[in-house]
């Protein structure tokens, strides 16, 4: 089941999969124009895609998140129980599903006693409850459904239709906050504290000073409150109004992922590996790249490239989708079952522009896809991005390691300086 959200809505979809006790993954996409409800920009800045996933077994909803991997939401949720610190000790946890990492650090700190099911339960139906609130909001995108094994093992199990019906009275709810308030993900600040204070009592001033920082969205207040977003929205609106609180439009996540990784991985000149079955691409991938600073391997052959990227361990892997014997998608769900893959960066490249191909992209873990033809100045941004800045200044790559590997994995390494590098297809 696939299609336009300007054919058939959310809550359409929903339902069908609910009469039809279906098990499996919907995965929903919204580019272009987005509603204000999820990215009123009025700065200017371009809008990214957003994407979010949802897990049924037999026609109920297991879990939902939005399409990225950070952990930043479930780090908000365990905040509520002052357990957040907990997060950066556990190692990746074996049930960790493809498209839901999230999903599987919860699990790996109630088998480490960290939370108690009821605390596990109630942070993913906060979770499911927040993306739904998002996800019935929009009103274009795409989506697909497919059937397939149900996310293992489930915690707990939500039936649509009653939930649907709570979130859809939010949703117009919510329209009532228009103008002043349109996005749960908009930051409140104090404009003028004095008077503030005057007009509320002591507590409830302390209470919202500690929040109100710019910084705190007005969802992630709603995480640590455990209140749901209308009842935060509700009580910070008269102030707004007022403009005696403002709301600002935090940092895009795609800037703070950007910014999170790299402090860690300066010390060494960031690895990119290229998987492409034409010789073109390659060469002229490996030219861009290094010549920006980054050591850059490319491998023709699908089939060794599995072996080869064990070796060497690249910071981000380019993977074109359509190959002979092993496709992208094949080669991102065999390094996707890989604890040392599981983290890494991984952009397939396609001639495609497609919805379809987008989707399963993402199905299979990829961390993002560029679509062919593009030029240097898109290539570098994605690398930029996800690998870190390279160097330069650096001296020439050594490329004794990809000559000893070369006869046996067939590596291309034509001379990079003999390729163009104008965009290509």
């Not at 497919?146 to 915690?155: C, H, K, V």
Request: overall charge negative; charged content about 20%.
């Amino acid at each position: 089941m696939q299609g336009k959200l300007n054919e058939i809505d959310i809550r359409s979809i929903l339902q069908l999969i609910e009469l039809g006790q279906r098990t499996g993954e919907l995965c929903v996409e919204a580019y272009g124009s987005l509603p204000s409800l999820l990215s009123s920009d009025r700065l200017g800045r371009s809008l990214s895609t957003q994407s979010w996933f949802v897990f049924f077994l037999n026609g109920q909803i297991v879990y939902a998140a939005e399409g990225d991997d950070s952990l930043l939401r479930l780090r908000d949720y365990l905040r509520r129980y002052k357990v957040e610190a907990a997060l950066d000790n556990v190692t990746v946890p074996s049930v960790a599903a493809i498209n839901a990492p999230e999903y599987g650090y919860l699990w790996a700190l109630l088998e480490n006693h960290v939370l108690t099911p009821a605390q596990g339960r109630s942070i993913i139906q906060s979770m499911v409850h927040e993306t739904l609130f998002d996800l019935l909001s929009l009103h274009q995108g795409s989506f697909i459904f497919e059937i397939g094994s149900a996310l293992s093992p489930q915690l707990t199990t939500l039936e649509i239709n009653p939930l649907v019906a709570k979130i859809m009275k939010q949703v117009q709810e919510w329209k009532q906050f228009h103008p002043h308030i349109q996005s749960p993900d908009q930051c409140p600040i104090i404009a003028d504290a004095k008077q503030l204070q005057e007009a509320l009592p002591e507590n409830a001033f302390n209470s919202l000073h500690r929040w109100a920082d710019g910084k705190t969205s007005v969802r992630q207040m709603a995480r640590y409150l455990n209140r749901d977003i209308l009842t935060v929205a509700r009580a910070i609106y008269p102030y707004v109004q007022q403009g005696l609180v403002q709301l600002l439009y935090p940092i895009s996540k795609e800037t703070i992922a950007s910014k999170q990784p790299f402090s860690l991985q300066m010390a060494r000149t960031p690895r990119v590996v290229c998987i492409d079955d034409g010789a073109s691409i390659r060469k002229t991938v490996e030219y861009m790249l290094s010549q920006h600073g980054y050591e850059v391997t490319s491998i023709g052959n699908p089939l060794k490239a599995l072996s080869l990227v064990f070796q060497l361990k690249p910071d981000l892997i380019l993977c074109d989708i359509a190959m002979p014997e092993l496709d992208g998608y094949e080669i991102c769900a065999m390094l996707r079952k890989s604890t040392a893959f599981r983290q890494t960066p991984i952009v397939m490249l396609t001639g495609k522009d497609g919805f379809i191909d987008r989707v399963k992209a993402r199905m299979v873990g990829a961390t993002d896809y560029l679509t062919k033809p593009f030029g240097e100045n898109e290539l570098l941004m994605l690398v930029e991005k996800y690998a870190g800045s390279g160097d330069p200044d650096r001296p020439k790559p050594d490329r004794l390691l990809a000559d000893a590997l070369e006869d046996e994995l067939e590596i291309d390494l034509g001379d990079p300086a003999s390729a163009s590098s104008a965009p290509f297809s």
